[in-house]
C-alpha cells in the first residue's frame, strides 16, 4: 500500500456501538427487569488501538506498561448504580484485580479503574469484565467479556547497539538495481526488510528520501506471535515511488514498523540504519568512476576493494571522459568517502584534470586516494563533479563499493642509512656516532608496528630491538650504536631485515644485505699519539713532571672494552736500541680517548738527540689480536736531554733543634746559566722538619721571572744532626746539607757587664745579649754557649727583639732613647730609630712587618714600619712600661709595668686593654712561647721569673732566678734563656718541668 497519510492506521471505536447485549436485557428494552440485577455493559479502555484483527481492540505498550498505575480502565454507571456499590474487576476469570467504592454523587458517573501491570498476557486474547456488588449481595457481571491484544516485545525488541546509527535489528535490504545507483532504466524492485518479533498485520514504513512507502504484514508472510528469529518481508518500490522522492546523489533509504497494536521499535532507536543511494531516474549525472587496485583489470569486480590486491598503492579513481560533456582542461574536483560504523565518515577531496593524448583524444581522468585513508572494512562512495571556468558543469553518479581483505603494504627492504652500495664507512662524519637503520612502510594502518632484526658480529654486531610504532612519515628509525659498527668493521656482511606487526600477526620484510667497510692503518682520521710538555716535534724529557701523560684522542669508533697496544722505541745513552710496552692488547675501559702516565724513568735514559717514535694500534672488535690490530698514525719526536742546573744559592743550612732554617732559595737555570721562569719544581724535607704551615714532606713550587723559588721559615727537627734537603726539576735534583746542632750545656756563662737583654735567632743557633753598661750586644753560639763577637750599639742597651726571617735584630738603648737595627748576616749596626723617652722593651710581629718598643717615661709603645725603619705611631699605654711580647698569632701583646708590677693584655685589633696581671716586683723583661700558651715575666726587685697561663690570665708559678733582667725562648719552647743583671750570667730554665 502507498500512502502519504499517517501509518498508524488507528480508528477510534465506541466500544457501544459493537452489537453487545447487557446481561439479562435485550436490545430493545434497557430498563430494569428486577430491582437486583443490573445492566452492566463490557468496561471501555480510552487510549486503546480499534480495531484490530482477532479481538475488540488492542492495548500498547505505552498505556499500559509505560503507565504508572496500569492499564486505565472505565466503567460506564449502571441504572440503579447506588452509593457504597462496589466495582471490581476481572481478567481472565481471575476476579477483584481492581476495585472503585462508589461515593454520594459518583452514581451517574464514569467510573475509572485501573488494572495492574504483568497481567495482561501476550499472544493471547485477553478477556476483561467487571462486577458489581452491594453489600454481600452480587449485583451482576458485565456481558459479554471485552476481548484484548497486547504484545509485551515491540517490533525489533531492543537496539542493541545504542552507540552505532540506526536500529541494530532493523535491517534494510537494498536490491542491486536500487543499492548501486538507479538508473534511468528502473522500472521497479523488490525492497526486503528484516527483523525480530515480525507479526502479521505489522506496518513496514519505508522512507524513500522523505517519501513514505508502505507495506501491511500479511499472515502468509510472518506468524502472529512473533519471535526472536528475524523474518524477511519483501515489496515492491517501484520507479513512481522515486520519482515521487525525486533525484538525488545522497538519497536516503531506511524503514520502521508499528504493529497492529500500536507499537514501534525501541523509542530510543525507532529508525533503521540509513542507506544513502545515488537516484538518478533522468539520467542527468555522468557516468560515475571506475574504483580500481590495479589499473589494468578487466576482471576488477567493482562493488569491492581489495586490500590485498591493493598493497601499499594508492586507491585509483579512474574517470571516463567519453561523455560529450567533458573537454580538454576541464577540472575533476572528487569526493572519496568511507564510512565505518560509530566513527567518523573519513571525507577526502581528490582532483585532477581532462587530459588529450598525442592523438587529441581524450585521456581518462585517474584520481588518486592515499592508501591510509583506504580503511579495512569500510563502506566507499566516490563521485565526482565537472568543474569548467571554476564553475560546476555537472556532478558525477555515485560509484559504492565495500573494502574487503586485510591488505599488506608492499614491504621494501630496510635501509642502512649513509651506506654507499650496501658498505657503511666507519669514518663518514655521519656515522661517528653510530648507524641509523630505517624502516619505512608507505601505506602503513593505526596501530602498525616494526621491529628490526639484525644478524650481524656475535654481540653488540647483533644488537635487538623492540617493536616501535611508524611517525607521520611512514619511518621507524632504530639505532645502530657505535659498538655495532665496530664489532662488524672488516666482517662478513650483515643481514638486515624487519617484521610488521598488525593485529597480533607478524610479516616478514625482504632481507637486506649490507657490510662495514675497515678504517686502514695510519688514517688521518685517527689520532697521533701525543706527550704532555712536547713542544711540536720535540720532546725535552729533562722538563718532564710526574703528571704528564701520554694521550691519544677520542678515535672513530671507540667503545669499551676495545683492546689496546701502545709500544715507545728510542735509543739509550749507549746508542742501543731498546722499547717499552706499555699496552699489550688489555682491554681499555677509560673513555674518551686513552690516557696513560708517561714513562718517565725509561724515557730519561734517552740519548740527546736520538728519535723516539710512539706507536699505537686498536682492535676494534674487542678482540684482542695483534695481526688484526689497526695502526694509528705514528708520533715521532726528537729527545732533548740537555738537563737544566737546580741548585740550592744559600746552602749549607745550620739550625738549633727545631730552629727554623733561613729562606731555602732555589734557582733553576740552563747550563749557560739562562733563568728558567714559570717552571714547576718540588721541595722535598727531611723527615720530622715542616713547612711554615705544619705541612711536611714534598711540595710544589713555581720558579718566578728568574728562575728562584724562596721557601721561608721552614722549622727543622728537635733530634740534633745531620740531614738533607733535595728539590727536584723534572730529572734535575739538587741537595742541600741541613745541619741540627747540639744543644748548649744547662747553666751559665759570662757575657758583657750589666747584661739587660737577650732574643734567639729564628733558627735556634744565636743568641742576642744586650750588656748595659759595656754598651754592646754580645752574639752568642747557643750550641757551645760561646761569645761569637760584641757589636756597639746606643747606651744602655736593655731589650732586644730578632724578626721572623732571622735577618734583623732591634735594640733598645735606653740612655740614647733609640732603636738599633743590626744585619745578623755582617752583625753590624744599620740604622738608629729615634723612639720615645726611654725605651725598655721590643717585639716584632710574626709576619715581620712591625716592630714595637715600649718606651719608660713616654708611657707609649711605639710602633715602627721594619721595612722603612720610620716610626709609624705612639700608642698610649699603662704607666712606666719596661717590656713587651706579642702572641705567636699577632693578637695580644703583653707589656710588663714596672710601677705597678703587672702585665697588662692588649687586643693588638684594637689597641685596648683587656685585663691586667699582677706579677712579682718590678717586671723588667717578658716573654711568650712559641705556642702561645706561656708568658714569662722577669721581676728585678725579687729575683723570680712569672709564669703565666695565656688561657685564664693567670700566674701558674713564680721561679726563682738572680736579678733577672732579659728573657727569651729557644725555638722548639723547651729552654728559656734568662739574663741576671748583678750576677753577671744567664740562667737556662726548663720549661717542660712547669706543670698547669
Known amino acids: 500500500m502507498n500512502d502519504q ?293 578487466p576482471t576488477d569486480e567493482p562493488s569491492t576493494i581489495d586490500l590485498e590486491k591493493l598493497g601499499g598503492n594508492p586507491l585509483l579513481v579512474i574517470v571516463l571522459t567519453s561523455d560529450l560533456r567533458f573537454q580538454v582542461g576541464d577540472n575533476i574536483s572528487g569526493t572519496y568517502i568511507a564510512t565505518l560504523p560509530g566513527q567518523a565518515d573519513v571525507v577526502i577531496p581528490v582532483v585532477g584534470s581532462v587530459e588529450a593524448d598525442e592523438f587529441g583524444q581524450k585521456r581518462p581522468c585517474i584520481l588518486q586516494v592515499a592508501n591510509d585513508k583506504v580503511l579495512a572494512n569500510s563502506a566507499v562512495r566516490v563521485s565526482y563533479q565537472l568543474i569548467r571556468g571554476g564553475v560546476p558543469h555537472a556532478t558525477s553518479r555515485t560509484a559504492t563499493a565495500r573494502v574487503i581483505g586485510e591488505g599488506l603494504p608492499n614491504l621494501q627492504a630496510p635501509s642502512l642509512i649513509k651506506s654507499v652500495n650496501g658498505v657503511l664507512d666507519p669514518l663518514d662524519p655521519a656515522n661517528l656516532q653510530g648507524a641509523n637503520g630505517q624502516v619505512e612502510v608507505l601505506g602503513f594502518r593505526a596501530g602498525d608496528t616494526v621491529r628490526l632484526i639484525v644478524k650481524g658480529a656475535p654481540g653488540a654486531g647483533s644488537p635487538t630491538f623492540e617493536a616501535k610504532p611508524l611517525n607521520v612519515n ?29 593485529g597480533g600477526k607478524s610479516f616478514p620484510s625482504p632481507v637486506l644485505t649490507a657490510s662495514v667497510g675497515t678504517i686502514p692503518d695510519n688514517h688521518p682520521s685517527l689520532p697521533t699519539p701525543a706527550m704532555d710538555g712536547a713542544i711540536g716535534n720535540e720532546l725535552d724529557v ?191 735534583v739538587a741537595n742541600a746539607a741541613v745541619t741540627v746542632t747540639e744543644r748548649g750545656p744547662v747553666g751559665n756563662f759570662p757575657v758583657g757587664s750589666g747584661s739587660a737583654g737577650i732574643a734567639v735567632s729564628p733558627d735556634g743557633t744565636r743568641a742576642y745579649v744586650g750588656n748595659s753598661n759595656s754598651h754592646t750586644v754580645s752574639v752568642i753560639d747557643t750550641a757551645t754557649h760561646r761569645v761569637l763577637t760584641n757589636i756597639p750599639v746606643g747606651n744602655t742597651p736593655v731589650a732586644i727583639a730578632v724578626s721572623p726571617n732571622g735577618t734583623r735584630a732591634y735594640v733598645c738603648n735606653e740612655g740614647s732613647h733609640t732603636v738599633s737595627v743590626i744585619d745578623t748576616a755582617t752583625n753590624r749596626v744599620l740604622t738608629n730609630i729615634q723612639v720615645g723617652t726611654y725605651p725598655k722593651g721590643v717585639a716584632v710581629s710574626p709576619d715581620g712587618t712591625r716592630a714595637y718598643v715600649i718606651n719608660w717615661d713616654s708611657h707609649t709603645v711605639s710602633m715602627i714600619d721594619t721595612a722603612t725603619n720610620r716610626v709609624l705611631t705612639n700608642i698610649s699605654v699603662g704607666s712606666h712600661p719596661t717590656a713587651i711580647a706579642i702572641s705567636p698569632d699577632g693578637t695580644r701583646a703583653y707589656v710588663c709595668s714596672a710601677y705597678y708590677n703587672t702585665v697588662s693584655v692588649i687586643d693588638m685589633a684594637t689597641n685596648r686593654v683587656l685585663t691586667t696581671i699582677p706579677v712579682g716586683s718590678n717586671p723588667r723583661a717578658i716573654a711568650v712561647s712559641p705556642d702561645g700558651t706561656r708568658v714569662y715575666v722577669c721581676n728585678v726587685s725579687n729575683d723570680t721569673v712569672s709564669v703565666i697561663d695565656t688561657a685564664t690570665n693567670r700566674v701558674l708559678t713564680n721561679i726563682s732566678a738572680g736579678s733577672p733582667g732579659g728573657i727569651a725562648f729557644g725555638p722548639d719552647g723547651t729552654r728559656v734563656y734568662v739574663c741576671n743583671i748583678t750576677s753577671h750570667t744567664v740562667s737556662v730554665i726548663d720549661t717542660t718541668a712547669i706543670k698547669s
Open 5 to 297: 497519510s499517517d501509518p498508524s492506521g488507528i480508528i477510534p471505536v465506541d466500544i457501544r456501538a459493537l452489537d453487545i447485549t447487557p446481561l439479562g436485557f435485550s436490545s430493545l428494552d434497557n430498563s430494569l427487569a428486577d430491582n437486583t440485577v443490573l445492566a452492566l455493559f463490557p468496561p471501555r479502555i480510552p487510549a486503546a488501538t480499534e480495531p484490530v484483527m482477532g479481538a475488540h481492540l488492542g492495548v500498547p505498550l505505552r498505556i499500559y506498561d509505560l503507565e504508572p498505575m496500569g492499564l486505565e480502565v472505565h466503567v460506564d454507571p449502571p441504572l440503579g448504580l447506588q452509593p457504597g456499590d462496589v466495582i471490581t474487576l476481572n481478567l481472565n476469570g481471575q476476579p477483584n484485580l481492581g476495585g472503585k467504592i462508589i461515593q454520594p454523587g459518583e452514581e451517574n458517573a464514569i467510573s475509572t479503574l485501573y488494572l495492574p501491570k504483568k497481567l495482561l498476557q501476550p499472544d493471547f486474547i485477553n478477556r476483561l469484565t467487571y462486577t458489581v456488588t452491594r453489600g454481600s449481595q452480587n449485583m451482576g457481571t458485565s456481558e459479554p467479556p471485552l476481548e484484548m491484544l497486547y504484545n509485551a516485545i515491540r517490533p525489533g525488541n531492543v537496539d542493541r547497539d545504542p552507540g552505532v546509527d540506526g536500529h541494530s535489528e532493523l535491517e534494510l535490504i537494498l536490491p542491486d538495481v536500487i543499492k548501486n545507483g538507479v538508473r534511468p532504466d528502473f522500472v521497479s524492485a523488490q525492497v526486503c526488510v528484516a527483523y525480530t518479533y515480525c507479526r502479521a498485520y505489522d506496518r513496514i514504513w519505508l522512507n524513500c528520501n522523505g517519501f513514505a512507502v508502505y507495506h501491511d504484514v500479511t499472515p502468509l508472510e510472518a506468524p502472529l506471535p512473533g519471535s526472536a528469529t528475524p523474518v524477511t518481508v519483501c515489496f515492491p518500490v517501484t520507479r513512481a515511488d522515486l520519482e515521487n522522492a525525486q533525484d538525488h546523489a545522497q538519497f536516503k533509504f531506511s524503514y520502521t514498523v508499528t504493529d497492529q497494536i500500536g507499537n514501534n521499535p525501541d523509542p530510543n532507536s525507532p529508525w533503521s540504519a540509513t542507506q544513502i543511494v545515488d537516484v538518478d531516474l533522468a539520467g542527468n549525472r555522468l557516468p560515475e568512476p571506475l574504483l580500481r587496485e590495479i589499473q589494468n583489470d
Open 474 to 502: 611512514s619511518v621507524a628509525n632504530f639505532a645502530l650504536s657505535k659498538a655495532f659498527i665496530a664489532a662488524n668493521m672488516g666482517k662478513p656482511p650483515i643481514e638486515e631485515s624487519y617484521e610488521l606487526i598488525r
Open 542 to 732: 729533562t722538563k718532564m713532571q710526574a703528571s704528564d701523560q701520554l694521550r691519544v684522542g677520542e678515535w672513530p669508533q671507540q667503545v669499551n672494552g676495545q683492546c689496546v697496544w701502545l709500544r715507545f722505541d728510542g735509543i739509550d745513552t749507549n746508542g742501543m736500541a731498546i722499547f717499552f710496552e706499555d699496552r699489550k692488547g688489555e682491554p681499555h675501559t677509560t673513555l674518551p680517548g686513552l690516557i696513560r702516565p708517561a714513562p718517565i724513568e725509561w724515557l730519561e735514559t734517552l740519548k740527546d738527540g736520538s728519535v723516539l717514535t710512539i706507536s699505537f694500534r686498536v682492535n676494534f672488535d674487542s678482540v684482542a689480536s695483534d695481526a688484526t690490530a689497526v695502526r694509528f698514525p705514528v708520533r715521532t719526536y726528537i729527545v732533548s736531554a740537555e738537563y737544566d742546573v737546580l741548585t740550592f744559592t744559600n746552602e749549607p743550612y745550620t739550625i738549633a733543634p727545631a730552629g727554623r732554617l733561613k729562606n731555602v732559595e732555589l734557582l733553576l737555570s740552563t747550563r749557560n746559566n739562562t733563568p728558567v721562569p714559570g717552571r714547576e719544581l718540588n721541595l722535598i724535607l727531611p723527615d720530622k722538619f715542616m713547612f711554615d704551615d705544619g705541612g711536611s714532606g714534598q711540595r710544589e713550587f713555581i720558579t718566578d721571572a728568574a728562575g728562584r723559588v724562596s721557601v721561608s721559615r721552614v722549622k727543622g727537627t728537635l733530634i740534633p744532626g745531620s740531614y738533607s734537603l733535595s728539590a727536584r726539576s723534572g730529572a734535575q
